[in-house]
């Protein structure tokens, strides 16, 4: 499956340093289901998705929304990756699957960092007898900014695939303003 983040891209950034597409950050904090022991990759099932979770909260879409000062020359990307077309994914727009966790929509969608990092660790801990190992790969609920997107919280890395930098013209960007009714 294909999936979308938008990052600082550094185009002669090695792997392992910032601005690479496959970058980790670390410690990672503020970030809903973040945690102490283990990276959490946070990816968008479209690729407008990936640009509205990150640029939402900014009543004013301009061209400065794309640079990223704190490394010099980078400039924010819309990033295409691949993860598994099997990958065990914990669905929480899945009433069945809330049931069984115990978690109200409510619960999922809260800005409460303590709250979401909570149920996110649950789910991580999870574990099947069906197979050896963890029950989920990634978890999913609706976009904060949109319930029509799907964004995904990955526990397994995945594979890059391309780079776009991002302006005011690029078509997820003026998807994701109309969607969000931003002027550009």
């Not at 069945?96 to 966790?101: D, G, K, P, S, Y």
Request: aromatic share 12%; glycine share 6%; net charge negative.
């Amino acid at each position: 499956m294909l999936v979308y983040r938008v990052f600082p891209y550094l185009e002669s950034a090695e792997p392992g340093e910032p601005g690479h597409p496959l970058y980790e950050h670390r410690p990672q904090r503020g970030g809903r289901i973040d945690h102490p022991d283990y990276y959490v990759w946070y990816l968008a099932r479209q690729s407008e998705a990936a640009c509205g979770e990150t640029f939402g909260n900014l009543a004013r879409w301009t061209d400065d929304m794309f640079e990223f000062p704190a490394l010099p020359g980078a400039r924010k990307s819309l990033g295409t990756y691949k993860l598994p077309d099997d990958l065990r994914v914990c669905d929480l727009d899945d009433p069945t699957q809330l049931a069984e966790l115990g978690l109200r929509p409510t619960q999922v969608i809260s800005r409460n960092l303590a709250a979401t990092a909570t149920w996110g660790h649950k789910i991580w801990s999870q574990h099947s007898p069906a197979i050896e190992g963890r029950k989920w790969d990634a978890v999913q609920w609706w976009s904060f900014h949109r319930p029509q997107w799907t964004v995904l919280a990955s526990w397994v890395r995945p594979q890059f695939v391309d780079a776009v930098a991002l302006d005011l013209a690029h078509p997820a960007i003026v998807d994701a303003a109309a969607a969000l009714y931003r002027p550009l």
